[in-house]
Structure formats: structure tokens, C-alpha cells
């Protein structure tokens, strides 16, 4: 009898597997007329949709997309919490099998991952970042993040009371570094005597740890603070628990959690990446390019909080939009300096 | 660099040592209960999770840091429950029980939140309680003085746990079961019942851990947020050799350590971050080598009783 059970579950499993076969083969065949009518996108996030960071940023950005080119026209499929390249790894084999046309895998630590799927995909448009390295049907894009980081810098010297600015860090590397490296320099060039205080919770997650990190930043006589990941936040609200001091965000303008904390933003455009990648796509150009975001395109904005324009002393937001416009202009060019 | 370590800079590193070593010290306080009863529960971390984000709601909801306090409890408690249904009546390998209660956890906080919360929410949490003329101690005052009503209870836990296991007749019964059950057994003490009690309790204070990261630290939630602190909680347990004051030494020293290391960055101390960060790990693990003494466990730890047969 169990045998029997065994054979028929074997049978059934069986005829599941070509039973997914023969769809997705619809899908595939289909797809070539389908990229004209409706473009299917898969997101897939190291943390969460809603991290008011880099998840956040991209999610956004994809539904700007929509509604600008319309819900019909552009389908969107995300899968979160996907931190582990191998475990993002299936998800994203699966979503290529599935059909989807692009498929973006939001963080640096997927480069080897998409390398290694790509090639199994020739017709698929895979995207990632931020990284620089590319493949025929790999896009790779690249925020400036050390632009953004220079005017908060300034604004951060400028304004400062104690003389103290704190950065608070996930891991040195990748983006954090860049972002770092332009906050650093912008200080300096804001005014020349600024203290910057860096360190690292060596996580990119822990909130309470970057919450401890800020109020140690604090303690030492940091007035305003900065920094990135989807920890950040957690020290953002340290922050937002003591009077005077303010925070700087980056990725996207996280004001809307912190109003009377968050000065200005160093924030993303997602939206003009995205539909750039749609629009080679529809040439023909399936990947091989490395996007850069900057202020030059308008991919990268700097957005100060209403609510707080008096906190900001009138010569510092005159300088940060002076050195804004040259960094816009291609005039001033902020090198990242790595250690 | 600045060489200088004034006082209100070694405050700051102790006062935060204290505060970051209250999670540790509840959880590892619950889990010392729970192995002495002779089960370990490797779900410590998932219950934290669970209790943040129960602490959290409830606090959010009804304004009130204490009600989160007991919804904390509450939550541990059930998810005990959960793990003596499994690992003493089912007789369930524990280990493995205990890392499948970590997933459950882990994977329920995190879609109750986005079912009911979403986004970055932030609630006030617990104030602190300055305890009048004792926070007027120069030095001491401001480090053990002015703290919230959590780092109170959990460094008073430690004496308090220290009796109950050692000088109450339940304490007496949990010893018992932790390292004869049979003969427990044969005294007429409900082996089962006492396991039922030390993992439910444990777990409450696992719970109340969790609870303390979002209304006594961040006042806010996010996923994943307790970020492992459940299972060193786990290894303080085995460091401070199943003793409520070698527990509160751990840590110490883990916290300690963790908040030097910090305060050392911030300085700008020329120091390479990345051995900074681990330095919390290093030291415990320095101290665990080096110290001596005859290595002690509950001599049932991690066996399921079957009356008639021997462990």
C-alpha cells in the first residue's frame, strides 16, 4: 500500500514539474510581444520594503514607475529579507524562470550571484548595485553617494553648535564608505575646525546597537549626526530623543519618521534609473552598462525639511546650494578617499 | 587622537554598559532557570523577537510602556509553554526544538508587524527613574542610579534568583531535576511540572528581554532587532557556569567591553574598527579559557525524562 502511495505521490510530483515547465515555456515564448504591451520588474531586497532606507528607496522608485507609465503597463514583483546572496539566489533564478523582463537585486553583495544566473538567462535584463562590474545582460548602477555626503558635511559643519559632527556606521564598506568619505570632506571644507566622530556597529541591522553608537557619539559632544543602512534609523531616534541635536539621512529623505529631528536628505531617484532600464531594454540593450547616479543627472537630490529651515543658519544653506550647483555643473567633483 | 578618558566620558561607557548588559542578564537569568531544570531551550532568540515586538504593540496601542511590560511576559510565557509541550511532553530532541521556536519566532514578529504596524513606527517608551539621593553619588549615581525601571529589575533579578534556586524548596526541586530527575522523581517532585515551570519562566524573562530593545532602548521596531543578542544570552549561561552571579559577570564583561570599544571609535583613537567590534567576543571568550575550576553542568541538561528508564 505505502508503495503504491510512494509511486502515485511520484507520478503526481512528476506531472506538477512539467506541468510548471510547460507555463513557464508559454511565458518565454510569449515574452518577446509581451516586453512591448507590459514590462514585468522583480525586486529583490536584502532587508525590508519599509526600512525608510535603501529597500525603501528602490520600492518607491518602482511604483513612481507604475504611475507614471501606468499599473497595466508594469507589473511588480518584490521578494524581501533576502540578505543571504544564496537564499536571493533562488528567488532570483526563480523570478528569470518565471519570465520576468528585469530583475533588479538591490544590493552589492549579489554581484557573483546575478554573474553566475545571468548566463542561464540570456534574454533576461538582470540589474544590481551599487557595483561598477557588468555583463552582457547585467546593468550595474552606482549612486555618488559621496556627493550627497559632502553637502550634508557642509550643512553639518555650518550648523553645528559644539563643533562635533558623528557619523554612525554599519560596516567600512561599500556604500557606507562613500557616503562617509564625502560627509568627512564636507566638514572639512564647511569649517575647517568641525570634529567628525566615525564608528561602526559592524552590522547593517541592529538598530539598538546604532541607537547605543549615537548616544555614545552624542556623550562625546556630537550635535549633529548622520548615517547609512537600514540601521540607521534606530540611531536616528536616538537622536530624535534629545533636544537640540539633528540627524542627516540618506538613501531617501527620512523626515517623515523623525520631522523634528531630520535637517536634510540626501535622497535617490530611483524612478529615472529604473525607467532608463526600460528604455534600453526596448533597444535592445539588455545590460552591460554601468548607471552612475548623480546630482549631474538628477538622480540624486538634496531635500531640506521645511519644518526646520530656521535651525539652518542662512550663510550654510547659501554655501550648500552654491556647492550643490557645482557639483551639478560638473565644477566641483568629490573623489571618494578610501584609508 | 585624545588621550584623555575624563569622567563624564568614563561615565558614559559605564552607564551604557549597564543599560546594554540588562537584555543579556534577563534572558541568561530565564535560560539559567530553564537548564537547571534540565532542558535548554535554544529558542531564546525568537522569543526575544516575539517579545519586542508584543512589548512594542502594546505599548504603542495603549500608551503604556508597563502594559507592553506584561504583554511581554505574557507572550514569553505562551511561547515556554509552546517548548515544554514540545521538548518535555513530546520528549522532542531539544535542540533541535529550541532552533525551530527561534525560526517561529523570527518569522511571526516579523509578519505581525508588517500585518499590523508596517513602516517606522516609534512609540515612548520607558523613562528614566532617577532613585532620589542615590543618583546624587558623584560617579556612581549617574552609572547605576539613573537608569529605567528594567535595569533595576534585571540587576535585582541576580541576588533574587540566587535565593530562589539555592534556598526555597522549588529551587531546591529544580536542582533536583536538573541532575537526578530519577531520584527526584522517586521523592514524589512532578519532574515534568518543575520543567514546565523553569521553561515557562524562563521564557517570560526571554520575553521580557526582547521587550526591553523596544520600549526600554530603540522605542521603535524593526526587523530582526534583537540581532543575535538571544543567543549570547545563551553562551552567558555556560560562561557564568549556570550561577545567577557569574551570569551578572558575564554580562558585565560582555557589555563592558562592548561599550569601551564604542566610546574608543568615537574618540578616534587609532584603532582598526573591525578588531574593535569583536573585542566584546574576545574578551569573554579570554575569560571563559582562562578561568578555572572544575566545568560543571546540570547532570541532565538536555536529556527528556522517561520514568523507568535512566536519563
Redesign the interface.
Known amino acids: 500500500m505505502k508503495k503504491v502511495l510512494a509511486l502515485m505521490l511520484a507520478v503526481l510530483t512528476l506531472l506538477a514539474f512539467t506541468g510548471c515547465g510547460t507555463t513557464t515555456n508559454k511565458t518565454a515564448e510569449t515574452t518577446p510581444q509581451a516586453k512591448v504591451e507590459k514590462v514585468r520588474i522583480a525586486l529583490v531586497l536584502p ?2 520594503v ?3 532606507a535603501w529597500g525603501q528607496s528602490m520600492v518607491e522608485g518602482l511604483k513612481a514607475v507604475q504611475k507614471t507609465m501606468g499599473a497595466d503597463k508594469v507589473e511588480v514583483a518584490t521578494s524581501e ?1 533576502l540578505g543571504n546572496p544564496v537564499d536571493a539566489g533562488a528567488a532570483i533564478r526563480q523570478y528569470a524562470t518565471q519570465g520576468y523582463d528585469i530583475i533588479i537585486a538591490h544590493g552589492s553583495q549579489y554581484q557573483s550571484v546575478l554573474m553566475d544566473i545571468a548566463k542561464d538567462f540570456p534574454k533576461t535584463t538582470f540589474a544590481y548595485g551599487s557595483g561598477f562590474t557588468t555583463a552582457s545582460n547585467i546593468f550595474a548602477y552606482d549612486p555618488q553617494a559621496q556627493e550627497g555626503g559632502y553637502l550634508l558635511g557642509m550643512l553639518a559643519a555650518m550648523t553645528s553648535k559644539t563643533g562635533t559632527v ?1 557619523i554612525v556606521g554599519p560596516m ?1 564598506s561599500g556604500d557606507a564608505v562613500t557616503y562617509n568619505s564625502g560627509v568627512q570632506q564636507g566638514v572639512t571644507k564647511g569649517k575647517a575646525d568641525v ?1 567628525t ?7 547593517f ?5 546604532a ?3 549615537a ?3 552624542m ?2 559632544g556630537a550635535d549633529i549626526l548622520t548615517g547609512s543602512s ?2 540607521a ?2 540611531a536616528m ?2 537622536v ?2 534629545t533636544k537640540g541635536n539633528y540627524w542627516l539621512s540618506t538613501d531617501m529623505d ?1 523626515s517623515s ?2 520631522p523634528d529631528t531630520v535637517l536634510a536628505a540626501q535622497a535617490y531617484n530611483w524612478e529615472k534609473v529604473v525607467t532608463k532600464i526600460i528604455d534600453l531594454r526596448k533597444q535592445g540593450i539588455l545590460g552591460g552598462q554601468h548607471l552612475i547616479l548623480s546630482f549631474a543627472d538628477g538622480t540624486i537630490d538634496l531635500k531640506f525639511n521645511p519644518k526646520l529651515a530656521d535651525k539652518i543658519p542662512a550663510a550654510a544653506k547659501a554655501a550648500v546650494e552654491q556647492a550643490k550647483a557645482d557639483i551639478t555643473s560638473g565644477k566641483l567633483k568629490i573623489a571618494v578617499i578610501k584609508k | 587622537m585624545e588621550g584623555v578618558m575624563n569622567s ?2 568614563i561615565i ?1 561607557i559605564l552607564a ?1 554598559g549597564i ?2 548588559a540588562t537584555p543579556y542578564l534577563l534572558a541568561a537569568l530565564g535560560e539559567m532557570f530553564t537548564q537547571r531544570s534540565g532542558v535548554y531551550n535554544l529558542g531564546v532568540e525568537g522569543i526575544m523577537m516575539m517579545g519586542a515586538f508584543v512589548g512594542f504593540y502594546a505599548t504603542l496601542h495603549s500608551g503604556s510602556p508597563l502594559l507592553g511590560i506584561v504583554a511581554s511576559l505574557g507572550i514569553g510565557g505562551l511561547m515556554g509553554l509552546l517548548m515544554a509541550l514540545v521538548s518535555v511532553t513530546f520528549k522532542a530532541e531539544q535542540g533541535i526544538s529550541g532552533i525551530g521556536l527561534y525560526m517561529f519566532g523570527w518569522g511571526l514578529s ?1 509578519l505581525l508587524y508588517r500585518l499590523y504596524v ?5 512609540i515612548n517608551g520607558l523613562q528614566l527613574v532617577k532613585i532620589p539621593l542615590l543618583s546624587n553619588i558623584p560617579f556612581l549615581g549617574p552609572i547605576f542610579f539613573d537608569q529605567n525601571v528594567l535595569v533595576y529589575t534585571a540587576l535585582l533579578l541576580v541576588p533574587l534568583s540566587g535565593f530562589i534556586l539555592n534556598k526555597t524548596s522549588w529551587g531546591l526541586n529544580v536542582r533536583a531535576v536538573g541532575n537526578k530527575p530519577e531520584a527526584a522523581d522517586t521523592l514524589g517532585v512532578s519532574v515534568e511540572r518543575i520543567r514546565y515551570e523553569c521553561l515557562i519562566l524562563g521564557s517570560m524573562l526571554a520575553g521580557l528581554a526582547g521587550a526591553f ?1 523596544t520600549i526600554g ?4 521596531y ?4 534583537t ?1 543575535g543578542r538571544g543567543f549570547i544570552a545563551i553562551a552567558l549561561v555556560y560562561f557564568g557556569r549556570w550561577n545567577p552571579w557569574g551570569i551578572l559577570l558575564g554580562s558585565l564583561l560582555f557589555s563592558m567591553a562592548d ?1 569601551f570599544q ?2 574608543v ?4 583613537i587609532n584603532f582598526p ?2 578588531l574593535a ?2 573585542l566584546p567576543y574576545v574578551v569573554t571568550i579570554i575569560a571563559l579559557a582562562i578561568s578555572f575550576g572544575r566545568v560543571w553542568a546540570p547532570a541532565a541538561l538536555g536529556k527528556p525524562f522517561q520514568r523507568g528508564t535512566r536519563g
Open positions: 532587508a525590508t519599509d526600512d525608510l529579507k558623528g567600512e570634529k566622530r566615525v564608528a561602526y556597529t559592524g552590522s541591522n541592529d538598530i539598538v546597537g541607537g547605543n553608537l548616544k555614545t557619539e556623550s562625546a537600514q540601521q534609523v534606530g531616534r536616538a530624535a530623543e527620512q519618521a523623525a | 563624564a566620558i558614559s551604557t543599560r546594554s516579523g508596517g513602516g517606522i513606527t516609534s530593545l532602548q530603540a522605542n521603535m524593526a526587523d530582526n532587532i540581532a561599550s564604542s566610546m571609535q568615537v574618540l578616534g574598527y573591525e567590534v569583536i
